[in-house]
């Protein structure tokens, strides 16, 4: 066995491996009051909009809290009570979405697709056509269940032809593929500090189109989660309306950083990319197959078939991958037994292949023959 990586490498899709200097910028205490913690806010939540190329037309509210939390505001936030969501529904974080409008009170119907399809921009096209009830469409960008990538801009054309707001959750594409305002229309677009930004998990932000935050005063069921007065709030003073999530403010503010070194949306993207495809080849030449047809596949978190042997138990399979220093995440499908494997995080370009000798070794040790043997026969999936 190699020197594995210790501590482990998280391939997963958030938390994820984060650098030595994102780490550090943690290493210091920050009063919320403080003019030079809200500097960083400030600086961060500009920067935050110009990935998006959104600082003439959009704000950039932060939230405390995981990502879901930001979703959960924005939806709140952004739907007025009476409002009606249309979810097109691809796997689990599209139905988490359409949980939280139930929740919430808001109406909602879904346009429901198997987990490794894309949604269809002229399925929302009719659904929109059919029923002008619907005043918001909400869609999944990566949906992170299977690892799909949703043609964000098509569907984004199709409910501005028809007059309606758009909500994304781009919690695991935001930075790392392309969501430009000038270009796509949105109301709202969700992210979080510890996905393709590589921070560490804590808080969320919503980029929201001004002319609309602007009336969403007293949308929100919620005091916490609403982002108008957060916004309102924040304008004011410079400062988060509740104790800020200090310290993972400034590991994101110091990702942010790093992420513009680096060469910002491109490199990032081109990164994962590259760590996508070694990872699908370098198993499948070890006879593992990933689930989803190439040309929807996201480079962000891919799902692989478990392998067809009676000795494998995934919780087995976990620990020894996870002695040969790599953290792997448990399939989310419900039909079809999988394993998934996250190319995000800041690991170097060793990491990947790392990862599949990993899962190599692991599979021999488990008495797991097939995966040698048929290599030749997988080798050009
Ligand atoms: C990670 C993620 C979320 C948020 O999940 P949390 O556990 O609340 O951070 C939401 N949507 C998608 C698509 C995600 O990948």
């Given amino acids: 066995m190699s020197q594995a990586p210790n501590p482990p490498i998280l391939l997963t899709p958030g ?21 030079d913690f809200n500097e960083i806010t400030t600086r961060l939540r500009q920067r935050l909009l110009d990935i998006a190329n959104a600082a003439e037309t959009h704000e950039c509210v932060p939230m405390q809290g ?4 930001s979703v959960e505001a924005a939806v709140g936030t952004v739907v007025p009570r009476d409002g009606h969501v249309l979810v097109p529904s691809n796997g689990a974080y599209c139905q988490r979405l359409a949980r939280i409008c139930r929740t919430l009170g808001r109406k909602v119907t879904t346009i429901d697709y198997t987990e490794d ?13 059919a029923d002008p009830s619907i005043t918001h469409v ?3 960008h990566c949906e992170t269940g299977a690892g799909v990538l949703n043609p964000l801009h098509e569907i984004a054309v199709v409910a501005a032809k028809h007059g309606r707001g758009l909500i994304v959750d781009a919690m695991s594409s935001f930075g790392a593929l392309p969501i430009d305002a000038a270009r796509t229309p949105f109301d709202a677009v969700v992210a979080a500090s510890g996905k393709c930004l590589e921070g560490v998990p804590g808080m969320g932000f919503v980029i929201i189109r001004r002319s609309v935050l602007e009336t969403c005063e007293g949308n929100s069921h919620s005091l916490a989660l609403d982002l108008y007065d957060q916004w309102a709030y924040m304008r004011k003073t410079t400062q988060w309306r509740f104790t800020p999530p200090t310290h993972v403010v400034a590991a994101l503010d110091e990702a942010v950083t790093q992420y513009l070194d680096e060469g910002g949306l491109p490199a990032r993207g081109a990164r994962y990319t590259r760590n996508c495809e070694a990872l699908i080849e370098g198993l499948a030449a070890i006879g593992v197959r990933s689930f989803l047809s190439p040309d929807i596949q996201a480079p962000i978190i891919v799902t692989f078939h478990a392998p067809a042997h009676p000795n494998y138990e995934f919780k087995r399979f976990y620990a020894e991958v996870k002695k040969r220093g790599y953290i792997l995440y448990p399939g989310k499908l419900t039909q079809v037994e999988t394993f ?3 190319c995000i995080g800041h690991f170097g370009e060793a990491g990947i292949p790392g990862a599949v000798a990993a899962i190599a070794e692991t599979l021999e040790a488990m008495g797991i023959a097939t995966a040698k043997a048929s290599a030749g026969a997988t080798a050009e999936v």
């Fill in 15 to 35: 938390p994820l491996t984060t650098s030595s200097r994102t780490r550090q910028a943690m290493l210091r205490d920050w009063g919320s009051w403080d003019g």
């Fill in 66 to 69: 995981s990502g879901t939390f």
């Fill in 138 to 140: 909400a869609l999944v």
């Fill in 340 to 342: 998934r494997v996250g």
């Fill in 117 to 129: 399809q894309q949604v269809s921009p002229s399925d929302v096209d009719r659904a929109l056509a």
